[in-house]
């Protein structure tokens, strides 16, 4: 039986994806050549990371996921500013990502829909690797090898895109050479009133 990758995750509307993409065009170019900038169809905010699963349970996931978006109002999502990532705050400046980071409020909204997410994901029986960190809300926009942070460019700078998307979607990633591809298996509206 083939097994899927899943993830679920919130999309950023088109409007923000066109402002975001005239944002990063200087960066783009001050980046070095070993640096792949990732399509802007792909960037997402994920929520939970749900690893490989077979079609039973992505059919589960995937009522698990209508149901935590129609019991949750859309979370408003802002993101402040760019930077170098992973920071494990503990004084490494190694990096091999940019980030467009969300404000503590981001984290904390998205946080709380993850954990009702995982909350209902158990209740249905589903099997995945629960993070037990706090949930730090950030887009990855760029991926490269591991590099000093003081051997790569500045690209530290305020950005401030406000956004409130009207899905949780459920996604499949899939593994190319060229780095992942992902695609929407399906799109759950969250609560209005």
């Known amino acids: 039986m083939q097994s899927l990758r899943l993830f679920v995750a919130l999309n950023l509307p088109d409007d923000v994806k066109n402002k975001l993409s005239r944002e990063l065009e200087p960066i783009q170019r001050?980046?070095?050549?070993f640096t792949r900038f990732l399509a802007p169809r792909n960037w997402h905010?994920?929520?939970s990371f749900l690893g490989n699963q077979d079609a039973d349970s992505a059919a589960r996931i995937a009522e698990c996921v209508r149901r935590t978006?129609?019991?949750?109002?859309?979370?408003?999502?802002?993101?402040?500013?760019?930077?170098?990532?992973?920071?494990n705050g503990?004084?490494?400046?190694?990096?091999?990502?940019i980030w467009l980071n969300g404000a503590p409020e981001t984290s904390r909204q998205a946080g709380a829909l993850r954990d009702t997410l995982e909350e209902n994901l158990i209740a249905y029986g589903i099997r995945f690797k629960q993070e037990n960190r706090g949930f730090r809300a950030h887009i990855?926009?760029?991926?490269?090898?591991p590099a000093k942070c003081g051997d790569l460019p500045a690209i530290e700078k305020k950005m401030l895109i406000d956004c409130a998307p009207n899905t949780l979607d459920l996604m499949i990633s899939?593994?190319?050479?060229?780095?992942?591809?992902?695609?929407?298996?399906g799109?759950?509206?969250?609560?209005?009133?």
């Open 45 to 47: 905010l994920t929520i």
């Open 187 to 193: 799109q759950f509206a969250f609560k209005t009133n």
């Open 174 to 185: 899939r593994l190319a050479r060229s780095g992942a591809e992902y695609e929407t298996a």
């Open 90 to 97: 503990g004084g490494s400046d190694n990096a091999r990502m």
């Open 69 to 87: 978006a129609g019991l949750s109002f859309a979370p408003v999502l802002r993101f402040q500013d760019l930077s170098y990532g992973p920071s």
């Open 30 to 33: 001050l980046m070095p050549g």
């Open 140 to 145: 990855t926009l760029a991926r490269f090898e």
